[in-house]
């Protein structure tokens, strides 16, 4: 399963109208989530570009995330802190799928 997620600024009438229509529709029950939660969820990093990949197999999580011009430049300690505090939050969403 290859399943890409492209947020943008913010979301449309016209792209609430297409979530409805998924909503509607057959598609996979994964797909209609995304489609719920795109319509009631507001943005938090508008500007910001995501780009998230889940490959499998083999088993590979990618995640990208472009920052607007409106984000200033992270300095060396910023970076690191996020580099953390990114790392700590993928570890705890991901630590329900390893069993003990």
Same mark, same amino acid.
């Given at each position: 399963? %290859? ?9 449309? *009438?016209?792209? @609430? $109208?297409?979530?409805? /229509?998924?909503? =509607? +529709?057959?598609?996979? &029950?994964?797909?209609? %989530?995304?489609? =719920?939660?795109? @319509?009631? *969820? *507001?943005?938090?990093?508008?500007? *910001?570009?995501? +780009?998230?990949?889940?490959? %499998?197999?083999?088993?590979? @999580? ?10 200033? /430049?992270? %300095?060396? $300690?910023?970076?690191? /802190?996020?580099?953390? &505090?990114?790392?700590?939050? $993928?570890?705890? @969403? ?7």
């Amino acid at each position: 399963m %290859n399943f890409t997620i492209d947020s943008v600024k913010k979301i449309s *009438a016209d792209d @609430i $109208a297409m979530h409805h /229509r998924v909503l =509607r +529709s057959g598609a996979a &029950e994964k797909v209609k %989530n995304f489609s =719920r939660a795109a @319509i009631h *969820a *507001a943005c938090k990093t508008p500007g *910001a570009v995501y +780009s998230i990949s889940v490959k %499998n197999p083999p088993q590979v @999580i990618e995640l990208s995330v472009v920052l607007p011009a409106s984000v200033a /430049r992270l %300095n060396e $300690a910023q970076a690191t /802190r996020l580099e953390q &505090e990114l790392h700590d939050a $993928a570890e705890s @969403i991901l630590a329900k799928f390893f069993t003990p």
